[in-house]
């Protein structure tokens, strides 16, 4: 049933947006030049890698020795309007439409985060990560990354359809005022560190593979 809506929830958004998509492509295209997506290998359900689509917010500015840029330099005032009211997430309705995304989950992080994390924070990749989720409408980015784990493992613990509606609804109230977004802390989020659990972690993973392979 949640697979089902996904998919449909994401083909009618799609096709509502389509104008609102075209528009962004050629604004970004214009202000930030090519390519306009922004493709990433990112972990899915029992880790198992795919490529998530964003709207690319940040320049290909370089040094003299021809290094890219921090984050925080080469992010525009618009891309940071697009991260604020989340216009550069769209993009992964297409994820979504494959089946590699849910619209309500944990949070798709970075595959290096792999084993870094704790075997109870492993538990956020029991499920397909989602466009938003229970991290995401109780602070998104102003709360730090152990109470963002806590809150995906929750999520998993106590997922339902129900609640998948209710979080879709807090994300429409959250985005708009913009709440949970720290402006003042900078433009990126700081890089997740991880744990001194790696060994536990690894085993986990272990588990998570012969899972996936098993179906």
Not at 54 to 67: C, E, L, P, V, Y
Not at 95 to 124: C, F, H
């Amino acid at each position: 049933m949640k697979s089902l809506f996904d998919r449909v929830v994401a083909l009618f958004l799609l096709i509502v947006c389509f104008p609102l998509l075209l528009l962004l492509f050629l604004l970004i295209r214009f202000k930030l030049g090519a390519p306009v997506l922004f493709v990433q290998e990112r972990p899915g359900r029992y880790g198992k890698p795919f490529l998530l689509y964003k709207f690319r917010t940040m320049t290909n500015q370089r040094d003299a020795s021809g290094q890219l840029l921090p984050d925080a330099q080469r992010l525009t005032p618009f891309g940071m309007r697009l991260r604020a009211y989340s216009l550069d997430e769209l993009p992964q309705l297409w994820n979504v439409l494959r089946g590699e995304l849910s619209l309500v989950g944990p949070r798709p992080l970075l595959m290096e985060y792999l084993p870094l994390y704790t075997p109870r924070q492993m538990k956020r990749h029991e499920v397909l990560p989602g466009m938003t989720g229970w991290a995401q409408v109780n602070g998104r980015n102003a709360i730090t990354w152990e109470q963002k784990f806590e809150l995906d493992v929750w999520y998993v613990e106590n997922r339902s359809f129900w609640l998948d509606l209710k979080i879709l609804l807090l994300t429409v109230k959250r985005v708009f005022p913009k709440t949970g977004i720290r402006c003042e802390a900078g433009s990126t989020v700081e890089k997740f560190t991880g744990s001194t659990q790696a060994e536990p972690v690894r085993r986990e993973m272990g588990e998570f593979d012969r899972a996936y392979e098993s179906g």
